[in-house]
């Protein structure tokens, strides 16, 4: 996708040290955390909003939250941590490339 920063980064045009790498996802850190950890999951194919899911998007997504517990210590999660998707412009989003927010590594403020 022309534009897209996630798709850059997926493909090593931006680069971005990756903490975890398959060949459906990475993990990286977020340039502007917004807690002590802070991490997105990002899936390598292209789509922007959750009501753009199909059975292959699926998949992905399925795949990333099935990863992503297995990662919790290496990422210094095990305390416990935040997920987010941030959704169109009420929801913040602002790269338009479905990702999920790992927020963790200190006590968050309530929701
Ligand atoms: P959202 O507002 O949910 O779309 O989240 C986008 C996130 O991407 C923000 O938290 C940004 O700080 C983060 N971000 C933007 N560009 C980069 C980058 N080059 N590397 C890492 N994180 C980034
Ligand atoms: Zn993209």
Same mark, same amino acid.
Not at 49 to 55: C, K
Not at 75 to 104: A, K, P, S
């Given at each position: 996708?022309?534009?897209?920063?996630?798709?850059?980064?997926?493909?090593?045009?931006?680069?971005?040290?990756?903490?975890?790498?398959?060949?459906?996802?990475?993990?990286? =850190?977020? &340039?502007?955390?917004?807690?002590?950890?802070?991490?997105?999951?990002?899936?390598?194919? +292209?789509?922007? !909003? $959750?009501?753009?899911?199909?059975?292959?998007?699926?998949?992905?997504?399925?795949?990333?939250?099935?990863?992503?517990?297995?990662?919790?210590?290496?990422?210094?999660?095990?305390?416990?941590? =935040?997920? &987010?998707?941030?959704?169109?412009?009420?929801?913040?989003?602002?790269?338009?490339?479905? +990702?999920?927010? !790992? $927020?963790?590594?200190?006590?968050?403020?309530?929701?």
């Amino acid at each position: 996708m022309e534009n897209c920063i996630f798709c850059k980064i997926v493909a090593g045009e931006i680069p971005s040290p990756r903490l975890y790498e398959d060949d459906k996802m990475i993990v990286i =850190r977020d &340039i502007e955390p917004k807690a002590k950890l802070h991490y997105l999951c990002i899936p390598k194919t +292209h789509f922007a !909003l $959750l009501s753009e899911m199909d059975d292959a998007r699926a998949d992905v997504v399925k795949h990333c939250f099935t990863v992503i517990p297995t990662l919790e210590k290496e990422l210094g999660l095990e305390g416990g941590y =935040r997920v &987010i998707i941030n959704q169109g412009e009420n929801g913040g989003q602002t790269v338009h490339h479905l +990702h999920i927010h !790992l $927020l963790g590594g200190e006590k968050l403020a309530d929701f």
